[in-house]
């Protein structure tokens, strides 16, 4: 089994900042768009899930023996109305800049990518578990 871990604390009541074990920082907050800092959790679980995405398909694009010029990938979400506002559908719209590859070979990439090895995309369908624990102030 490989697991993964992270810690996250409260920086401020709408701001928080996730550390993992390497000591790897990402910052979020839920701010209106007037004050944001940061994404928030349901943009960085776009930026997950691309960022999966592109690592599996540049790697296999140039197992092909394809040049990358750049890479790119627009992610939209459409969210629930109501609470919870969890996405609905999500949109992944690659853009490959190469000059040999075809069009069919890197839509079977991206399929390839985005079911069978983004660890992100797979998640999404994943069985969510929680526990609780309450600490007194010292």
Do not use: W
């Not at 990358?68 to 919870?84: K, M, S």
């Not at 069978?116 to 994943?126: I, T």
Request: hydrophobic share 35%; charged share 30%; with cysteine.
């Amino acid at each position: 089994m490989n697991k993964k871990e992270i810690r996250l604390h409260m920086v401020a009541d709408r701001e928080y900042e996730a550390v993992n074990p390497e000591g790897n920082k990402v910052q979020m907050d839920m701010y209106d768009s007037t004050e944001k800092k940061h994404q928030s959790p349901m943009e960085l679980l776009l930026s997950g899930l691309a960022g999966c995405s592109a690592v599996d398909a540049v790697l296999m694009m140039k197992k092909k023996r394809k040049q990358v010029v750049n890479f790119e990938i627009h992610a939209e979400g459409i969210r629930n109305d109501g609470t919870p506002a969890f996405y609905k559908s999500i949109h992944l719209h690659f853009i490959l800049t190469s000059p040999d590859a075809t069009e069919v070979e890197f839509g079977k990439v991206i399929k390839l990518a985005v079911d069978k090895y983004c660890s992100v995309a797979s998640s999404l369908k994943s069985t969510i578990t929680h526990s609780t624990e309450i600490k007194k102030p010292l």
